[in-house]
Structures are given as C-alpha cells and as structure tokens.
C-alpha cells in the first residue's frame, strides 16, 4: 500500500545548480523516508519502461557532468539517475522507468503494482511539467502551457491523484510535458490511498515546469 510519495524534477541542472530547488527536493525525500516506508522505489520517465535493482548506477556525464551515482555500470536513464543522485545515501529498493508514450491505463496499472510491492510503500516520483512555458523554452511557446502545469501543480499541492489520472496524454505530448506518464503511475499507486499533499516549491527558470511536492 503506499504510505507516502515525493515529486521531484529530473533535470541534471538540479544536481549543480537550482539550490532552491534542490533544497525543496531534499526536504521532500526527507519526509518520504520519515514515514519509514519498507519499500522504496523511485519511478521515472524514459524511452521504454524498465525495472532496476536498487544499486544500480546513473552517470550524468552524457549531459556535461562528471556525476555517477550507485553501482557497477551506469545503465539507469536520466530521471532515475538524477533521483538516485538525490538521494544521496540512501539506495532504494528498485528503480522503475514508465515509457514516455505510456498510455493511461498502462500507467495507473503499474502505479497499482508498485502500491502492492510492501505494506508500507514509499514512491519517488522524477517527472516535470510542461517545457512550452516561455518563449525561450527548450519547446514552442504555448498558451496552453500554463494552464496545463497549473493542473499537476495543484494535484500535487492537494494529493489529487484522479486530477493526475485525467492529464491528457496527446496534450501533455503537444506541450512537451515528459513527466506525465510518471505522474500516472503515481495516480494508479495512490488511488486507493488516503493521503495529504504539500507543494514545497514550483519553479520554471527556463521555462519548463518543476515542482517538489511530498504525500504522507
């Protein structure tokens, strides 16, 4: 069953810089692992879905930082990589990456199997929200942009998971918002739950979308 859930983004900048940020990040990690979960897993974005031992390494040097986080080979994608670096100590149980281009269903089943893995299950959560934000963003500006972060940030501020269920995959796809499929796998594994949400910072320095946030 999951007790508890953190959000956070997976932008390699966080590791190096973002302090602000970063430190939302490690507040909200501290908080999931106060409840003292006896599963930790975290779930991330990627081009195909994949499951990880707990000590599995990332490295960060693909994108410009000497940075390698867990052990043996790095073979985690960005997202795990930039949690496990978050982290920092405390190695979790698994890792798990949900496909970009998940469907729905796909997602709330596999946040539903997660939730089944211990009594007392802890997620950490790597997904953003929109790149389409400004018109400097990695993405073309839209309009649509911030209405739509708007929904995850207030799913997020208010545990919502049936909010994160109902994100439009084809609009969240149009808006470069890659940490969709995460967040419904959160949905899935928090359906049944009954938890409080915090929203601990939401920022978009270059205009993408990132938001810390902890359910307990």
């Known amino acids: 069953m999951l007790a508890a859930a953190a959000v956070c983004p997976p932008t390699p900048l966080i590791v190096t810089q973002l302090p602000d940020l970063r430190s939302a990040c490690h507040t909200a990690i501290a908080g999931l692992l106060a409840t003292r979960p006896d599963t930790l897993i975290v779930v991330g974005g990627a081009g195909h879905a994949a499951s990880y031992d707990g000590h599995a390494a990332g490295t960060l040097r693909p994108w410009g930082l000497d940075v390698t986080a867990g052990r043996g080979e790095p073979v985690l994608p960005l997202s795990l990589t930039v949690?496990?670096?978050l982290l920092r100590?405390?190695?979790?149980?698994a890792f798990h990456s949900v496909a970009f281009d998940a469907t729905t269903e796909e997602c709330l089943s596999l946040g539903a199997e997660l939730a089944?893995?211990?009594e007392r299950v802890a997620l950490l959560v790597m997904?953003?929200?929109?790149a389409c934000l400004t018109p400097k963003a990695p993405g073309r500006y839209d309009d649509a942009a911030q209405p739509y972060d708007d929904l995850i940030a207030d799913a997020v501020a208010t545990a919502a998971p049936g909010a994160l269920a109902a994100l439009d995959p084809k609009e969240a796809d149009r808006l470069w918002v890659s940490g969709r499929a995460a967040l419904q796998v959160l949905a899935g594994a928090a359906e049944t739950a009954r938890l409080h949400g915090r929203l601990l910072t939401r920022a978009a320095p270059?205009?993408?979308g990132y938001f810390a946030g902890l359910w307990t």
């Not at 100590?89 to 149980?93: G, T, V």
């Not at 997904?127 to 929109?130: L, R, V």
């Open 83 to 85: 949690g496990r670096c």
């Open 89 to 93: 100590d405390h190695a979790p149980d």
């Open 116 to 118: 089944a893995a211990g």
């Open 127 to 130: 997904a953003d929200g929109s």
């Open 206 to 208: 270059y205009g993408v």
